[in-house]
């Protein structure tokens, strides 16, 4: 028996099952409703409505695959949500998603509900290289015609000439500075485009930023079958997590948003030290467990974790060559963080696979290690931990150990191919490379990277 409102009344009794009603309700429109925006926001949200407030419910879109529609659309937006944990697992219904549309054979839909006046926020997970830049940081034009960009954009011409207000977009990816890169990009396609909207938009619109962090490995059939024992319903759109969730979102909205700040999540003025540790700290360790522990024959993070030598690296990187470069926000202890963050790697329940973490490297990796590479050039300081990550990034990208998926994955394995290791190291890393930044490497770091790379193959 499938999950699904109807069949509600029969979930076993040990999960938790959401009671409020969601008709009525206000509006949210999510972009790029995959399993962490399931764990994190939705989840956010749906405690709102459980405290009894009037209720905020989510139209998912998917930009690209139907698979997710598939999932939920039979189950009426409902899923379960499971946090596992040394301790076990503790299960609840999560209510707060109401349908999922796909971008192309749903677009007319998907304008109408953001130009709904009960739609007040736009949210985004659409993952970095769903932002379109191109090499330069600029909008690629050519692939954001096929995104997001021109969907909003046509709804909030809708909402301009229906003398509607403004909205709040909310960008939740791992993006430094994610709402005002949403905000600048969008400036830009407006600006091509449809180019009397733009100062509609600048009056009328924000883009705050925001900081997410929560483990969210992909489910296995297992996973589903065993869950479906336990609770005695089938679901396909079943989400399991960690205990540990964080959301950091800046005090800038356009009008109304639930009370997340009343269920965990943080409203500040300034989310940038919070964003740069996690993206420096959680995010760059994660990549070098990624990387190192693949070549290691680790498939899972607490197996990477509890590798000595990785553990060594990963705290390396954390406490010695991060830390450093993060001018920490009121109240942030750093070296808590790094312990924290050890022990969530640690958590045996989880199953988070590496080569989910390893996936899009090139467009991670700037934000993760480079800066902090770059940080450092000032000292003199070497990070033997990201430049050991790097090396095991080239043997990863060159396509001769494992598959890769990654939207540079053709051009990297082309350099590797086309020259030395010390020449592809150069021709990867130089300004106007495939993966530019403050960063490139001096013939120190190069060789470093070059040894380690040449013990790999």
Known sequence: MRLSQDTLGAVSG??????????????IVHFGIGAFHRAHQAQFTDGCNRSGARPWTITGVSLRS??????????????????????????????????????????AAIVGRIASPNCHLVSFTVTEKGYCRAPDGTLDHAL????????????????????????SLLSCDNLSGNGQQLGRLMREWIDAKAPDLREWFD??????????????????????????KRTGLRDEGA????????????????GPRPAWHEHGAQVVADVAPFETAKLRMLNGAHS???????????????????????????????????????????????????????TRFENPALYHRLDQIAMDGSQKIGQRWLEVLAAHRISGTCCEAILTGISHWLHHVSGRVRPVEDPLAEQLRAICEGAGAAEAVAGIFDPSGPVPSAWSPSTAEREFIVEKWRALQ
């Open 14 to 27: 040990e999960v938790d099952a959401f009671d409020y009603d969601r008709s009525a309700s206000l509006e």
């Open 66 to 107: 139907a698979t997710v529609a598939k999932q939920l659309n039979p189950q009426d937006g409902l899923y379960t949500l499971t946090i596992r944990s040394r301790d076990g697992n503790d299960t609840q219904v999560i209510g707060s998603v109401t349908q999922v549309l796909v971008a192309g054979h749903d677009q």
């Open 144 to 167: 954001a015609a096929d995104g997001f960009y021109p969907i909003l954009c046509a709804a909030l011409a809708q909402r301009k000439k229906a003398g509607m207000p403004g909205l």
């Open 203 to 228: 009056q009328n619109c924000t883009t705050p930023d925001s900081m997410v962090d929560r483990i969210v490995p992909a489910p296995s059939p297992a996973d589903l079958d065993e869950l479906e």
């Open 239 to 254: 989400i399991f997590t960690e205990a540990f969730s964080q959301w950091v979102i800046e005090d800038d909205f356009a």
């Open 288 to 342: 070098l467990l990624a990387y190192t522990g693949l070549d290691r024959g680790h498939t899972y993070v607490h197996e990477a974790i509890a590798d000595g030598q990785l553990r060594a690296l990963v705290k390396r990187l954390m406490l010695k060559e991060a830390a450093p470069t993060i001018n920490s926000g009121e109240g942030q202890d750093l070296t808590a963080y790094a312990d924290q963050l050890v």
